[in-house]
Structures are given as C-alpha cells and as structure tokens.
C-alpha cells in the first residue's frame, strides 16, 4: 500500500487486507511523504498488522513519487505475487484467494484482474464495472480496447522484476506495466468483483489534461511496436 494524504481512507485500505480470508500475506506500507495524519493514522494499527500477517513493514520517508515507492516495495517483497493497493481502494475479502488460485491454477498468466464497484469518499456504492472474462494481448491494451482496474491487480513477482519496475516519474505506471507485462506472459481478467474503487475529487483520472499527457508519455516507450501509429491516432 502506497500512501500520500489519504487521512480518511487509509485505515479502510489497511483493514481490507487484515481481513483477507488468505493467510500467508505479508504487508508492506510505504508512505510517501504526506502532508496530513496518513502516519499517525497507519500507526494506529501497527499492532493488529503485526499480529494478522506473516511479515509487515511500514516506512515514512520524504515524497519521491509513486513509481519509486513501487519499486521500494517490489525490493522488500519476499512473496511470490504482488499486489499494489491505493491507500484509497478496499479488496473483498476473498480477492487474494481467488487470484492466488488463478496463477497457481495457469503459470502463463502473468497478471491478473476482476470487476469493482465504485464509492465515494463516505464508502457509499455509486456504481460498479463488470469486466467480461477474457485474455488481453499487448495490442488490446495499447489500444484501449481492454478493462483493467488497478484495485484488482495481482501481478507475478518475478515477472514484474523482469519488466526492469517501473519507471520514476510515470503518470500512468499502470497502463506501462501493464504494457511490458503483456510482453512477457498472459493478461487474465475475470468478471467477480474484487475490489472497491474509491472515486473522489483528487483522481488523476478527473485530469483530463493530465490523463492526455500521460498517455502520449507511455506511448514514447513503445515506439518501435507496430501498434504505435494505431494507438496514437
């Protein structure tokens, strides 16, 4: 779980991961340099973190940005998958089972996804995005034609190792790896809901100008694959 001044959420973030029906789940929380009470408020659960998990760690240090404090916490990563979670976003209960089942069940997969449903800053349930089950290709995500949501990734350890991590100062990290993990293995997404997906005034996804900018930056990684022309257009 990475962190930056998400008071409010954070505990609700935390607590989702303490009450996965799977056991063997090691938690690691990087905040990254807030402004507010984000580490007081992660501190006030250090003691049931400590008693629910296998392995915890938590770190505050001076903002250096999301793709960075990624990559520090791939380092830490002792487990076998890895599971970015906004400090913002609930998982159900069962998500880390069912996923863990899924890449035990097919090595080919090298990341996998499910369907949210939306809330608001309060927790109230304005909506939800049922994805279709289906294998995406390079292509496909390239070209948007795909439905990942970021609260329901788990992704293989060692293939998101393999990618190099990402990149320091990515606007759109997600849609990158999701890029380079394509290249490497099989992109699963099936239709159960796994996560709650928090939508609030400070979602990069509300910059539009923002999103433009990020997109075009991903792209300039990409130029030397045959879908660059198409997916600029």
Not at 90 to 110: F, Y
Not at 170 to 194: A, R, T, V
Request: proline share 1%.
């Amino acid at each position: 779980i990475p962190c930056y001044n998400h008071e409010q959420f954070v505990q609700d973030s935390i607590q989702s991961v303490i009450d996965q029906d799977y056991e063997n789940i090691e938690l690691i929380i990087i905040d990254d340099g807030s402004k507010d009470n984000s580490v007081s408020k992660i501190q006030e659960m250090i003691a049931a973190c400590k008693e629910r998990f296998v392995r915890f760690e938590f770190r505050y240090r001076d903002n250096i940005g999301l793709s960075s404090t990624l990559n520090e916490a791939l380092e830490w990563c002792e487990g076998e998958y890895f599971c970015g979670l906004a400090s913002d976003d609930i998982v159900i209960d069962k998500k880390v089972s069912n996923q863990v089942k899924i890449m035990e069940e097919n090595n080919k997969i090298v990341a996998t996804f499910g369907s949210v449903k939306y809330i608001n800053e309060h927790g109230d349930i304005t909506g939800r995005n049922d994805t279709p089950e289906k294998l995406y290709t390079f292509s496909d995500i390239i070209n948007h034609k795909h439905n990942l949501q970021a609260p329901t990734q788990m992704i293989r350890a060692s293939a998101l190792k393999k990618t190099g991590g990402y990149i320091s100062g990515m606007i759109l990290e997600d849609w990158y790896m999701w890029l380079k993990l394509s290249m490497i293995g099989d992109i699963y997404c099936q239709s159960d809901i796994l996560s709650l997906y928090r939508r609030h005034s400070s979602n990069t996804t509300n910059d539009l100008e923002l999103m433009h900018e990020g997109r075009l930056q991903v792209l300039g990684y990409f130029k030397d694959t045959e879908d660059y022309e198409t997916a600029m257009k």
